[in-house]
């Protein structure tokens, strides 16, 4: 039983350039979210799912797509990278109950 | 707007003695409020919840205590040690989102 893991652990983007952060999940949970983490701002939501092919907007969606075609995966998507997406983007899921787990992160830099 | 105010900031505690976080929430329909803490390079990891029926929940030697009429809660780290020394992040959950706060970064001193 894995968790929750995250592809890469680091990935350096020019402005512009698009990319897949990608997630998965083997706890069968029906909740999976993305968050992006700055210093001094916490963890702010991006985008989750209730469920396969069902998302939503979180407080800062702007920038980013995701979907949910599987149970298990959770890819987000930079469509045009920019410096203010360089951030540290946490992918977590759960159960109908409480409990969140998070991955161990991506941490993308974009010059 | 952040939903959730943690405070302090940072802080720094001797070995041996309490640390307390707190949090205030202004949205009365969050039912689940979680804490987590983070080592560096690792990803949040739920270190305790409590829900709004409850007033004090405690677990070892961590405990919140929660205040529904302030809308606020605490964590309270009872003879807090050098492997405490993470950073701390409260949270609140509504309509299926989880709001964090802005983290508090604990030094425990040896």
């Known amino acids: 039983n894995a968790g929750v893991t995250q592809t890469p652990k680091f990935q350096v983007l020019k402005t512009g350039q698009s990319m897949t952060l990608q997630c998965a999940q083997d706890?069968?949970?029906?909740?999976m979210s993305w968050y992006r983490q700055d210093p001094g701002m916490g963890l702010r939501l991006i985008h989750y799912?209730?469920?396969?092919?069902?998302?939503d907007q979180g407080e800062v969606p702007n920038g980013y797509n995701v979907s949910r075609s599987t149970t298990e995966d959770f890819p987000l998507r930079l469509l045009s990278a920019a410096p203010s997406q360089t951030s540290v983007y946490f992918c977590?899921?759960?159960?109908?109950?409480?409990?969140?787990?998070f991955g161990p992160g991506t941490r993308l830099t974009v010059t | 707007q952040q939903q959730v105010k943690q405070s302090p900031q940072s802080l720094i505690v001797q070995k041996g003695g309490i640390s307390i976080i707190n949090c205030a929430y202004e949205?009365?329909?969050?039912?689940?409020f979680p804490w987590y803490q983070q080592f560096p390079g690792k990803g949040p990891a739920l270190l305790i919840a409590?829900?709004?029926?409850?007033s004090e929940k405690k677990e070892g030697r961590f405990t919140i205590s929660f205040n529904k009429s302030a809308k606020q809660f605490s964590l309270h780290i009872m003879d807090s040690q050098p492997g405490d020394s993470a950073t701390y992040f409260c949270?609140?959950?509504?309509?299926?989102?989880?709001?964090f706060g802005t983290g508090t970064r604990l030094l425990v001193s040896p």
């Open positions: 799912s209730v469920g396969a092919g069902i998302t």
């Open positions: 949270a609140a959950r509504g309509f299926q989102k989880l709001v």
């Open positions: 977590a899921s759960r159960a109908s109950s409480y409990e969140q787990y």
């Open positions: 409590i829900r709004p029926d409850v």
């Open positions: 949205n009365t329909a969050f039912d689940y």
């Open positions: 706890m069968n949970h029906e909740y």
